[in-house]
């Protein structure tokens, strides 16, 4: 039995992909930072009667990595790893604390980094294994309002094209998945790290930002299809390093492949509702 490791897995699209990889056959290691979020998960394995062992897991701790990691070791080499823990916020970059744009760096970017060495070696020297980091769509084109985040998806993204160059000769799989807008509680939990304000002059910004995640979610996608897409693109023959998931992250990815920075940059100016929004629709197919 092959065996998987996934991080951030208390819910949304961590929860999802444990359960999926297990009814496709996987041991899986399902790692998170409070165990004593762990009561839904577990209730959903046991129902299914599914090979899934809720491990501690906080990635920002290098000592909880190497506990973990070494506990799964005993039961066989990481067959695939996938990064999935990460924290969301919004505000523009004035308005961010550089404790919290730190922090974003540290669980988003580094954490998936201490998860990737503690696997790579085993999967180097066997020639065999896949590594998947959900990024954002939002790490395929910089998104004002969302600097720390979108900033620490891009270094996400940037990680997963050069390792999958690094390690392709020795057999190892690299992807990015990209998720757009999910039904999950990400916007909850960094509610802390989100801010408005009215009388702030970034405010037409914030409000756009919101606009954009308020139209995502007309058209969000469940967690269960980010799960699919993973054991797509662990398993298929036609390696591809990104998979989009959601009407949102495929027009922001065909969009990026074509608009000129510079048109991107000037939406920023001082234009109307609804110049700003027939723009973002000709660029990106999405309606405000």
């Not at 809720?54 to 973990?68: E, K």
């Not at 309002?145 to 891009?154: D, G, R, T, V």
């Not at 998979?243 to 027009?251: F, R």
Request: proline share 4%; hydrophobic share 40%.
């Amino acid at each position: 039995m092959k065996i998987a490791v996934v991080t951030g897995t208390s819910t949304g699209i961590g929860l999802s992909t444990s359960l999926h990889l297990a009814r496709a056959g996987y041991q899986v290691f399902a790692g998170m930072r409070n165990l004593g979020k762990a009561s839904q998960l577990k209730e959903a394995a046991e129902k299914e009667n599914l090979s899934i062992e809720i491990i501690q897991l906080d990635i920002c701790d290098s000592n909880s990595v190497d506990t973990a990691f070494n506990l799964i070791s005993k039961a066989g080499p990481v067959d695939l790893l996938v990064n999935n823990a990460g924290i969301g916020g919004a505000s523009p970059l004035e308005l961010t604390p550089e404790d919290e744009h730190k922090q974003m760096f540290e669980t988003n970017y580094f954490g998936s980094v201490r998860c990737i060495k503690a696997i790579l070696p085993s999967m180097r020297e066997r020639r065999s294994g896949c590594i998947v980091n959900i990024t954002s769509a939002v790490g395929l084109l910089a998104t004002p309002n969302q600097i720390a985040y979108s900033a620490s998806k891009w270094a996400l993204e940037c990680l997963g094209e050069a390792l999958a160059h690094e390690v392709y000769r020795f057999g190892v799989r690299v992807v990015n998945v990209e998720p757009g807008v999910i039904l999950t509680n990400i916007f909850e939990n960094s509610a802390e790290q989100t801010r408005y304000d009215k009388t702030s002059p970034y405010q037409p910004i914030m409000r756009r930002n919101g606009k954009v995640f308020a139209a995502g979610f007309k058209r969000a996608v469940s967690p269960d299809l980010v799960a699919e897409t993973i054991l797509e693109a662990v398993t298929t023959d036609d390696y591809r390093l990104r998979w989009p998931v959601g009407p949102d992250a495929e027009g922001l990815m065909a969009a990026r492949n074509q608009i000129p920075a510079e048109e991107w940059v000037k939406m920023g100016d001082d234009l109307s509702d609804s110049e700003y929004n027939e723009k973002y629709e000709s660029f990106f197919g999405i309606s405000l």
